[in-house]
C-alpha cells in the first residue's frame, strides 16, 4: 500500500495528541506500518523554530514573521520526514499541519488567508492530507484548563474563538477529507469514529492499487 497521510487538527488543549496516540496504538496492533509526527519541530531546523515561536522570551514577533517561520517549519518537515514516510507505505499520523497555519496566523493574526494559504501549498509542495481530523472546542473553556501558557496560547479570547473559527470554515469547504468531532465526547467514542474513518482509507487505497487479474479466456477482471 501506498501511504496514507492523516493530521490532527484543532485548537489548544482540543485533545489532538491524545487521539494521535490512540490512533498509533490501533495501528501498532492491526500491523500497519505508521510514523508519529508534529508541527512544529520535528525536525532539527524545525525544532529552533518551535523555540522562537513559543517561547514567551521571543519578545515581539511580527504576524508575517511568525506567519513565514510556521512555514519554513512545515517545508523541512515535509521533505525530511513526511514524504520519505508516505513513500515507505507508511501512514503518517501528523499532530498539525498547513490548516493550523492558516487557522493561528490567517484568521488569528488577521493576516490575508489566500496569501497564507498560497505560500504553505507552496512551500508544503502542495501535498495534502488524506483525512484531516477537527476535533472542535470551546477556546474559552479548553484553553484556561492550560496552566502555563506558551506565546501562542496567550493570545488571548477573542484570538482563539478566530482561529476556531477559521478551522470550521476550513473543514466546511471541503467536507470530503474532513472528520471534525466535538473534542469533549469520550476519548474511546472519537478513537473509534477516527479507527472507522482511517480504515475506510485504508481499504480504499489497497483496493485501487490491487493488480488486475486476468481470467484463462485472456479478458482482465475488473
Not at 484543532?10 to 505508521?34: C, F, H, I
Request: glycine letters at 6%; a negative charge; proline letters at 5%.
Amino acid at each position: 500500500m501506498s501511504g496514507l497521510f492523516v493530521v490532527f487538527e484543532g485548537g489548544d488543549s482540543a485533545g489532538k495528541s491524545t487521539q494521535v496516540r490512540q490512533l498509533a496504538a490501533w495501528l501498532r496492533e492491526v500491523g500497519q506500518a505508521y510514523r508519529v509526527t508534529h508541527e512544529p519541530g520535528d525536525s532539527w531546523l524545525g525544532g529552533q523554530i518551535r523555540k522562537l515561536v513559543l517561547s514567551p522570551d521571543s519578545g515581539d514577533i511580527t504576524a508575517r514573521a511568525e506567519c513565514l517561520l510556521y512555514i519554513a517549519d512545515k517545508a523541512q518537515h515535509v521533505v525530511e520526514v513526511i514524504k520519505p514516510a508516505l513513500a515507505r507505505g507508511e501512514v503518517v499520523v501528523c499532530d498539525r499541519y498547513v490548516d493550523s497555519t492558516i487557522a493561528y496566523q490567517a484568521a488569528g493574526r488577521a493576516l490575508p488567508p489566500d496569501d497564507v494559504e498560497t505560500i504553505a501549498l507552496w512551500a508544503t509542495q502542495n501535498l495534502r492530507p488524506d483525512l484531516t481530523v477537527l476535533l472542535d472546542a470551546d477556546p474559552q473553556q479548553a484553553v484556561k484548563r492550560i496552566a502555563a501558557k506558551d506565546r501562542i496560547e496567550s493570545a488571548g479570547d477573542d484570538f482563539h474563538q478566530r482561529v476556531r473559527d477559521g478551522f470550521l470554515r476550513l473543514a466546511e469547504r471541503d467536507p470530503e477529507h474532513y472528520l471534525v468531532l466535538p473534542a469533549r465526547d469520550s476519548i474511546e467514542s472519537i478513537a473509534q469514529r477516527v479507527r472507522e474513518r482511517v480504515l475506510e482509507l485504508i481499504d480504499a487505497k489497497r483496493a485501487q492499487e490491487a493488480p488486475e487479474v486476468s481470467d484463462p479466456s485472456g479478458r482482465l477482471d475488473s
